[in-house]
């Protein structure tokens, strides 16, 4: 007896029988044609149209590129064109359902399509652009190399990025590992998912201190900065760790003898125990800060990957290698040791070219990143800030970093308490102020 | 062909070319200059071979639609060495425009290579490939601020009669 589910599904298939989960999400227009041929819901005349027009199309592409100067062009370039027109002309076949598409690729010209298509991927690319503004706005001021770089070289994308000729390139450098990556997409899609988990990570790292994601950034290790890790994976791992503990979960700490409790409490367990705890202790954070469904969906096909990492680090009696207790800070780390100045003409470059960039938080990252001397950033605040500006510039500080201009401030005036000075500069009477002004 | 163009048929991309070529002996026939449909389909058999020896790909009629129009009333070139001569025409073609590193339009270099084989190669297909292009090309890739002016060839003459003599 043939199941009734069975039969709806074969009238299904029959309906429709390519399963646009199986095809190729990078080269789908290839993918998509390849199929359709091979399920013969297209014609030879019609399959024979199409192929024509794209080799017109290519050939039209490849006047446009070199000008109308050269009809004939190196096959990689040829390549390149060519996958560029299938890349957008898939982008705008994904955006409609499977039924439409094959009534477009049936009665469609293929040169309409590419340009629906180009339409399509400026679409996706001005949404992507608005994430990455919204990331490079809310962005943490964490001191980790990859994770600022990659915010501000994804902004190269949007510059560099030639829609007609390299639509399914990523011009740019992307360095900073997200938990989850659709690898299989290409150009402004993929830019696009990327940006779209970076935020929803970025979001759920915003509902903790920043200086609570420094120390366990220590905690993981004393290079951490340079290192290409995700920070999103190590907070939520300590935020679970912190609710099974019954500690605060912005604490983030989760110290060593905790740990061994909390060792001996799970390997008693077996896989689906542990996943149900760590999906109870995930439900306790969501409910603490009212996640979002989008974050909430991300971590749910996160925690099978926890739960396996879990039961590994029980296995090996290395749980305190992935719920982290924060490092033990030495004298030395607290000590602040000045570094080299610039050149007065390097100083005086990088002064126009801090000038030159609008967004606060840019001049910032470029600072940090650049500026290693006390005196050099004294004179750059002075120079390139204003106003309301050195409030913005002081919050995205840390509280050390605070802590040395405050005491370059006092040694200068010759006091011992700043209270008894009055500031000479704005930016020192808005840093004395900074307390009051939060 | 690169396995990007395998959802292509390479004969489609060949249609065009058959069509032009056919079309231009309707003014070659001028100058008594003829191609037969075998000498058609064997150019364009030859066309597809030195496109993929030198790594490249063509769309439309091409360039052998020009360098047929451009040589049809050159002096050294006859109907008994015509078709010969345009395969041969057409492989230094494709050669020296990735030697010019693309910086050369089609027109530019069928111009210049209808000026050589004119008048200092006098009909020498070697001469024109081994010497005149080479360094004509040479002195694009080192960016030589000034190619050499069509009238200018003579430089290319010396040193190649130099090089010759040292021989």
């Known amino acids: 007896m043939i199941h009734p589910t069975t039969t709806f599904m074969k009238q299904l298939d029959k309906l429709n029988p390519i399963n646009d989960m199986l095809l190729d999400q990078g080269y789908y227009f290839q993918s998509l044609f390849q199929e359709v041929c091979a399920s013969k819901l297209l014609t030879d005349s019609q399959i024979e149209r199409i192929q024509l027009e794209i080799i017109d199309l290519l050939g039209k592409e490849v006047e ?100 007609e000729f390299e639509s399914h390139e990523m011009p740019g450098s992307i360095d900073y590992p997200l938990l989850e990556t659709n690898t299989t997409l290409l150009g402004v899609e993929y830019i696009f998912d990327y940006l779209r988990c970076f935020s929803i990570e970025n979001e759920f790292l915003n509902h903790f201190s920043l200086q609570a994601i420094h120390d366990l950034l220590m905690g993981y290790h004393k290079e951490a900065e340079h290192m290409l890790i995700n920070l999103f994976e190590l907070v939520l791992t300590n935020a679970i760790g912190c609710d099974l503990l019954g500690l605060k979960i912005t604490e983030l700490n989760i110290p060593t003898k905790d740990c061994s409790w909390l060792q001996s409490n799970l390997e008693v367990l077996n896989a689906d125990e542990i996943k149900k705890k760590l999906e109870e202790a995930f439900d306790n954070i969501r409910a603490e800060f009212n996640l979002e469904t989008d974050i909430i969906t991300y971590v749910k096909v996160a925690i099978p990957q926890l739960v396996s990492r879990v039961c590994h680090n029980l296995k090996t009696n290395t749980l305190h290698e992935l719920f982290l207790s924060f490092a033990v800070k030495s004298q030395e780390e607290e000590s602040f040791e000045d570094g080299i100045p610039m050149e007065d003409e390097t100083l005086r470059d990088f002064i126009e070219e801090l000038r030159e960039i609008g967004v606060i938080s840019d001049k910032v990252a470029r600072i940090q990143e650049k500026v290693r001397s006390l005196n050099d950033f004294i004179e750059l605040l002075e120079e390139c800030f204003y106003g309301r500006e050195y409030e913005l510039v002081f919050k995205m500080l840390s509280e050390t970093e605070r802590a040395i201009l405050k005491n370059k401030i006092r040694e200068e005036a010759g006091v011992e308490e700043l209270a008894d000075y009055i500031p000479e500069k704005e930016w020192q009477k808005i840093l004395l102020e900074y307390k009051t002004v939060l | 062909m690169s396995e990007q163009f395998m959802f292509l048929p390479v004969a489609l991309l060949n249609q065009h070319v058959l069509t032009e070529i056919r079309k231009c002996n309707d003014f070659t026939i001028n100058h008594g200059l003829q191609l037969s449909e075998t000498d058609i389909h064997d150019l364009v058999e030859h066309r597809k071979e030195a496109l993929e020896r030198n790594g490249r790909i063509e769309f439309g009629g091409g360039v052998i639609q020009k360098i047929i129009m451009e040589f049809a009333d050159s002096p050294y070139i006859y109907q008994d060495i015509y078709m010969e001569t345009l395969t041969e025409l057409q492989e230094c073609f494709y050669y020296f425009k990735n030697e010019s590193l693309e910086e050369m339009s089609d027109d530019e270099l069928i111009h210049i290579m209808k000026k050589y084989f004119d008048d200092v190669c006098q009909g020498s297909l070697e001469f024109l490939n081994s010497s005149m292009l080479e360094n004509y090309c040479r002195d694009i890739r080192y960016g030589a601020n000034e190619y050499r002016d069509l009238n200018g060839y003579e430089d290319n003459y010396v040193d190649f009669l130099d090089w010759d003599n040292e021989e």
């Open chain 1, 64 to 163: 446009r590129y070199t000008n109308g100067e050269s009809s004939s062009i190196p096959v990689e370039k040829a390549q390149v064109l060519l996958q560029s027109i299938t890349y957008s002309i898939g982008v705008y076949l994904k955006s409609i359902e499977m039924s439409e598409k094959i009534d477009m690729l049936k009665q469609e010209k293929i040169s309409v399509l590419f340009y629906k298509g180009m339409d399509t991927v400026a679409a996706v690319k001005n949404r992507a652009k608005l994430l990455l503004d919204n990331l490079a706005k809310n962005r943490l001021m964490v001191n980790n190399i990859a994770y600022q770089d990659t915010i501000a070289g994804l902004s190269e994308f949007f510059s560099a990025y030639n829609i």
